[in-house]
């Protein structure tokens, strides 16, 4: 489920008065994220954001709460995204070069937790005005203008 901006400040803003997710400031976030990246960097066999948590002994939760915490803080969110952009491109690269295990499994990620689509559908509109529909069935002719 994607959030809007708005969405994302209010979660950050009620976060902050939650006294479990207050042991982590900036300085703690910053050097875990770090040391995951890390990790990643010479793991190359990790997929999912779940199993890189597990080895700091955090949870999938931990990594919701400090995305929304800290989402006005360039350098967490920004360390956030490439941690997340390591683990989507692993996917891909993985996928397109055969070396993953499972070609639908790797879909069903890139789509459930990255946002990939099969179809876009759009929504057709003469400038701005919906499209007259003429419905044959009971001969109602097309406006004219």
Do not use: C
């Not at 994302?8 to 703690?28: F, L, P, R, T, Y």
Request: net charge negative; hydrophobic share 35%; aromatic share 8%.
């Amino acid at each position: 489920m994607k959030h809007t901006e708005e969405t994302k400040k209010a979660i950050s803003e009620k976060m902050q008065g939650n006294k479990n997710a207050e042991v982590w400031d900036v300085d703690s976030v910053t050097q875990m994220l770090s040391d995951i990246k890390e990790y990643l960097t010479s793991n190359i066999n990790v997929y999912t954001i779940g199993s890189a948590l597990t080895e700091f002994n955090l949870y999938t939760q931990w990594w919701s709460e400090m995305k929304y915490k800290f989402v006005n803080e360039k350098s967490v969110s920004d360390t956030i995204k490439t941690i997340e952009s390591i683990i989507e491109q692993r996917i891909v690269n993985d996928t397109m070069t055969g070396d993953a295990k499972s070609a639908t499994f790797s879909i069903f990620l890139l789509k459930n937790k990255f946002g990939y689509v099969d179809k876009h559908e759009q929504d057709l509109t003469t400038k701005g005005e919906s499209l007259n529909v003429i419905n044959l069935g009971e001969g109602i002719k097309p406006k004219t203008q």
